[in-house]
């Protein structure tokens, strides 16, 4: 069966600091990976999704990157955290060319910027 | 931008009530519309989905209604118990493109 992965689960970063979340998906091969936002009263904010290795599209402007180094591994990163990417981070996959194939969650990430 | 407006942003009711969640849409590209069921720490799950082809789609308690000419769909909880409270987003996609769109989501409280 297929799995997802994400931690860690909380962090607690002060603002300008560095940060890398990371997400592994097992028991599937070439999925589609997405990170998601979600913020109070906002939502789901899609942020980033990948086809393929180093296959990026960036649905939001922001102070945020991913990058996707191996076939299950995305990786969401920031230089410098700001106050505003507080939030509750979310990988997900889905069956790449499967029509309609639907969002497997991870547990998410809590992300508190001091 | 928000292309799926779903409403009302909070609900609560009372055990065995059937509380209504609505969603509209604007894209006519959209073909396949889920909603999502999130429990408090956890990532969202799929709960139920449709297609515009048809106007209403029941699995257990749970009922999707669908207005193609009104671009609206909805969600219904029969019997709804305490178990239910949870947020529910509504979503919809195109079929060639790998991205689904949310509402903002409804925290929904069934009261025991």
């Known amino acids: 069966s297929q799995t997802i992965h994400q931690w860690p689960a909380t962090l607690v970063q002060p603002v300008g600091s560095p940060l890398s979340l990371e997400c592994t998906v097992e028991?599937?091969?070439?999925?589609?990976l997405y990170w998601y936002r979600q913020a109070a009263g906002r939502g789901l904010q899609l942020l980033f999704y990948?086809?393929?290795?180093?296959?990026i599209s960036s649905e939001v402007p922001q102070n945020l990157s991913a990058s996707r180094p191996q076939d299950r591994q995305f990786i969401l990163s920031s230089k410098k955290l700001l106050l505003s990417d507080s939030g509750f981070y979310l990988c997900?996959?889905?069956?790449?060319?499967?029509?309609?194939?639907?969002?497997?969650f991870g547990n998410g990430t809590r992300l508190t910027v001091t | 931008q928000q292309q799926v407006k779903q409403s009302p942003q909070s609900l609560i009711v009372q055990k065995g009530g059937i509380p209504i969640i609505n969603c509209a849409y604007e894209?006519?590209?959209?073909?396949?519309f889920p909603w999502y069921q999130q429990f408090p720490g956890k990532g969202p799950a799929l709960l139920i989905a449709i297609r515009p082809d048809v106007s209403e789609k029941k699995e257990g308690r749970f009922t999707i209604s669908f207005n193609k000419s009104a671009k609206q769909f909805s969600l219904h909880i029969m019997d709804s118990q305490p178990g239910d409270s949870a947020t529910y987003f509504c979503?919809?996609?195109?079929?060639?493109?790998?991205?689904?769109?949310f509402g903002k989501g409804t925290r929904l409280h069934i009261l025991p």
């Open positions: 979503a919809a996609s195109k079929n060639r493109d790998d991205k689904i769109i």
């Open positions: 990948s086809v393929g290795i180093g296959q």
């Open positions: 997900a996959w889905s069956v790449r060319g499967a029509r309609n194939s639907p969002l497997h």
């Open positions: 028991g599937t091969s070439n999925p589609n």
């Open positions: 894209n006519t590209a959209f073909d396949y």
